[in-house]
C-alpha cells in the first residue's frame, strides 16, 4: 500500500536494531483518514471470504481492525489484555508474550461473541514474532470458528512472525513488508497487497 508506505518513510523512526516507531499515526495518535483506507484495502482483499467477525487484540490493532470491519460492515471484537469483573462467564483466554513490552499477558474475549459457524478475519498493527497473532487464533480455535486469513498492517518480515502462522495454515496478508532496518532506514520488501 503506497500510501502506507510514504507515511512511513515520512513519519516513522526506527528505533535500535528492530523497533519501528509510528506513534504520530498508528499506535498513539492515530491518522483516521490512513486508517480508513486500510480498512477498505483488507475489506477489498477479503470480500469474497464470507467474514462475519474482525477480530484484533488492544490496543493499537482497534484502530484498523475497526474501519475494516465498517468496510466489510461486520462487527469488531477486540482481545481484552485485562480482564474486568464483567466478563464473569464464558471467557475465552490465550497467553501472550510481547516483545515490545517484554511483558506476557492473559488476553480474553467473551464466548457469546464467537461461535462456530464464524469466519473470521484477524487484523493487527505489527507482525514480528506473531505471538499476538497466535494467541487471537489459539481464542479463536477454542470456538471452531474458521480464519479466514491475519491483516497486518506493518510487517517485519526479518523476523519469525509470518512463519509461525503460515505454519499453523493461516496465511497472512500485509499492506508494508519491511525487509530490514538499515542505518536507521526502513527497507521494504514485497507486500501482498
Do not use: W
Not at 462467564?89 to 501472550?96: C, D, K, Y
Not at 505471538?131 to 474458521?146: F, N, P, S, V, Y
Request: charged residues 20%; neutral net charge.
Amino acid at each position: 500500500m503506497k500510501l502506507l508506505k510514504e507515511r512511513i518513510l515520512k513519519d516513522g523512526h526506527v528505533i535500535g536494531e528492530g523497533i519501528l516507531k509510528v506513534d504520530s499515526f498508528l499506535t498513539h495518535q492515530v491518522d483516521y483518514e490512513l486508517m480508513q483506507e486500510i480498512g477498505k484495502c483488507f475489506a477489498k482483499h477479503y470480500e469474497t471470504y464470507g467474514i462475519t467477525k474482525v477480530v484484533t487484540i488492544e490496543a493499537s490493532g482497534i484502530v484498523p481492525a475497526i474501519y475494516t470491519a465498517q468496510a466489510l460492515n461486520v462487527p469488531m471484537i477486540f482481545a481484552k489484555k485485562a480482564k474486568n469483573i464483567t466478563m464473569n462467564e464464558g471467557v475465552l483466554t490465550a497467553e501472550v508474550f510481547s516483545f515490545t513490552k517484554q511483558v506476557k499477558s492473559t488476553v480474553s474475549i467473551a464466548s457469546k461473541f464467537l461461535n462456530a459457524d464464524d469466519v473470521v478475519l484477524v487484523v493487527d498493527d505489527f507482525l514480528a514474532h506473531g505471538q499476538a497473532a497466535k494467541g487471537l487464533l489459539d481464542i479463536i480455535g477454542q470456538t471452531g470458528a474458521k480464519v479466514a486469513g491475519v491483516g497486518i498492517v506493518i510487517e517485519k518480515s526479518f523476523q519469525d512472525g509470518r512463519s509461525l502462522l503460515e505454519n499453523l495454515g493461516v496465511p497472512v496478508t500485509s499492506l508494508a513488508r519491511i525487509k530490514a532496518f538499515e542505518n536507521g532506514k526502513v527497507i521494504f520488501g514485497e507486500a501482498d497487497i
